[in-house]
């Protein structure tokens, strides 16, 4: 997710911009850049990996007066196409030099794109979706019905790329104009006096202004020292704007008004599964972000490994089910940390998925490194674009939740699940397990989840409250069977790592096999009830789990699908969920249980972002 400011006004603009760039840091980036319209004709640009510190020593180094002017833009970039290099780092600018870009987003349909360009001569200069807005834009400029209209040539364009993005252009030949576009990520307005900025947060310019305006979805605005325009992509102006004032201070402006960054990253669940997801279904196949493994590589696959740890573990149970079900190839899903240790069977007829949100952890790096040397396969599922482990891999696929700010994994873990159901339906289509139009139904179905990921967040009030009331609690479980399970597991890591309370989650099934003794009075215990529409045996047995248990004092908390009415009964407390096919529901059931550990580590006042003795990654084995 990266970090956007574009400015028009009165003030330095190359100061203005690099301080906006300062305050979105917090974001996460990889890279960091600057154009500046000198005013006299000229667009002065220089970007580079890495920090803004080393942006700022490259413009130190060639001068900052070569970027006077009261009118620019800026750019932190998370690396979703193409590595974090300085070639990659926007902003991106067209052949002439005299037209730049800054993005935020994918645009899904760049490759087509990308080869209408280099057909008609263009040289890309760099591995990015971004670049081809540019160049386009640079065209419909130069040539056509929109020549010599710098905004009319922006819409064209807008109106042919397919994606999520923020865009913003600036043109030499119109050095007091910004053009920015929005669909699906966030882009604010921020109106000053004598002064205007666009951001997409407002961060960016919370210390100009705090008057406002939300673009909302397809809409484009023009930016000049006084004045602001919207309208949508064909130029209409009669959109809907969300003007408002900013009563956050930065620091509440940065987690978006949450008091930590992880209840942020929460409510980002939608977006960032929808990001996930986006623009790996092509042309009625599923696509990864790297391949390097033939169809026919992966037809030879006999069996599946997926190394991981922590959150990243437990996404790896739940996809387990999927790929099983789906590929028939047998997954043993392992700890990292135990993988190397234990001397496992591996050979190139092995494919080893490792799932790493940083990309950094010790023990997975490691666990990969086995893998190769014994000449299997790596697929990597990661957050961070150009981490070791994708590296290192033989084919990657990224998840796209932009920086995950808070050590608990929640976004995260939710995209991981989405990505590594991808993995499942790229294996099944090209070992023939799943004919192409289950494929495309398979992924309709993830494709429709952001949604309700989004309705049930709209619900999570009742949770908070119940985590308030047993904040107390000595001790929490948690039970699950099938999917549910790594689900249950994965709620009591979120409320140890978050509360420090002692939680433990169990198959159900296992209850009489020795936890059921755990059971006292008033011990709360939540429940992951699978869909009634699913396997109506899981479901009864699961039943009876909890008649068991709350025959025995348990307190029940039931996480069950809307209108499964048979679980009223045995839950003191019932928690709903949207109905959703069986093995997606984990994209579900978890969230209750992140909006709880959250809460009851409030509760208990402790910091939900930084919990103790816990780091974001486990660089040592
Ligand atoms: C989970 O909330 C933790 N943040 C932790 O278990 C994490 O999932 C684990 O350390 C793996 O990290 P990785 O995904 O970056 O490899």
Not at 323 to 350: C, G, K, M, N, Q
Not at 541 to 567: F, H, W
Request: aromatic residues 6%; contains cysteine; hydrophobic residues 45%.
């Amino acid at each position: 997710m990266c970090g956007i400011v574009g400015y028009v006004g009165h003030r330095n603009a190359l100061d203005v911009v690099v301080e906006a760039l300062r305050r979105m840091e917090y974001r996460g980036y990889d890279s960091a850049g600057i154009a500046i319209l000198d005013g006299r004709g000229g667009l002065a640009v220089e970007r580079k990996a890495g920090r803004l510190a080393n942006l700022e020593a490259e413009l130190d180094e060639v001068g900052r007066d070569r970027f006077a002017g009261t009118a620019g833009m800026g750019h932190t970039r998370w690396a979703t196409h193409g590595r974090p290099t300085d070639r990659n780092a926007h902003p991106h600018r067209d052949a002439s030099g005299r037209v730049a870009v800054v993005h935020n987003g994918i645009i899904e349909n760049f490759a087509p794109l990308r080869a209408e360009l280099e057909h008609a001569g263009v040289e890309l200069a760099s591995d990015t979706d971004t670049e081809v807005a540019v160049h386009l834009v640079a065209r419909a400029y130069a040539e056509g019905p929109t020549a010599g209209d710098f905004v009319e040539s922006a819409r064209t364009v807008l109106r042919r790329l397919e994606g999520a993005f923020t865009l913003v252009f600036a043109h030499a030949d119109h050095p007091g104009t910004i053009v920015a576009a929005r669909r699906s990520t966030p882009l604010v307005v921020g109106v000053g006096d004598g002064e205007m900025f666009i951001a997409s947060d407002v961060a960016a310019f919370i210390e100009f202004t705090r008057d406002a305006v939300e673009l909302g979805q397809d809409q484009v605005v023009v930016i000049t020292k006084d004045s602001y325009v919207v309208t949508d992509f064909d130029g209409n102006p009669d959109v809907p704007t969300q003007p408002f004032t900013i009563d956050w201070d930065l620091a509440a402006a940065e987690k978006g008004g949450h008091d930590y960054f992880m209840l942020k990253e929460i409510e980002e669940q939608p977006g960032a599964v929808a990001d996930t997801l986006r623009g790996h279904f092509v042309d009625g196949r599923i696509v990864l972000d790297e391949q390097r493994l033939s169809d026919q590589e992966l037809r030879d696959i006999d069996k599946v490994f997926v190394v991981a740890c922590g959150s990243s573990y437990h996404s790896g149970l739940v996809a387990k089910y999927a790929i099983e079900h789906w590929t028939r190839l047998p997954v043993e899903v392992e700890l990292a940390s135990e993988f190397r240790y234990r001397d496992p069977v591996l050979d190139r007829s092995t494919l080893v998925v490792a799932i790493s949100q940083s990309g950094e952890t010790a023990d997975t790096l490691e666990a990969v490194r086995h893998a190769k040397e014994q000449k299997a396969r790596v697929l990597a599922v990661c957050n961070t674009n150009g981490a070791q482990i994708p590296r290192e891999a033989d084919a990657v696929l990224y998840t796209r939740t932009g920086p995950e700010i808070g050590v608990a994994s929640t976004k995260a873990f939710l995209a991981q699940m989405a990505a590594n159901l991808l993995v499942g339906l790229a294996l099944a289509q090209a070992r023939g397990t799943k004919y192409p139009d289950e494929v495309a139904r398979e992924y309709e179905d993830l494709a429709a989840m952001p949604e309700r990921i989004a309705q049930l967040l709209t619900t999570m009030e009742p949770v908070r409250e119940l985590a308030r009331e047993l904040s107390a609690s000595p001790a929490v479980l948690f039970l699950g069977r099938h999917v549910g399970y790594p689900v249950a597991l994965e709620g009591a890591l979120k409320l140890k790592e978050l509360a420090y309370m002692h939680a433990e989650g169990f198959a159900a099934g296992e209850l009489k096999h020795g936890p059921i003794a755990l059971i006292e009075d008033g011990l709360p215990v939540i429940v992951v009830m699978p869909s009634p529409k699913g396997r109506a045996v899981l479901h009864s047995k699961l039943l009876s789990n909890i008649r068991e248990i709350q025959a025995r004092g348990a307190r029940t908390v039931v996480i069950a699908e809307e209108g499964d009415e048979t679980v009223r009964p045995f839950a003191d407390h019932l928690i709903e969920i949207p109905s959703s096919p069986s093995l997606l529901q984990p994209l579900l059931s978890t969230v209750p249980l992140q909006v709880f550990a959250a809460e009851v580590a409030q509760s208990r006042g402790y910091d939900v972002d930084k919990p103790r003795n816990l780091a974001k990654s486990v660089t040592v084995e």
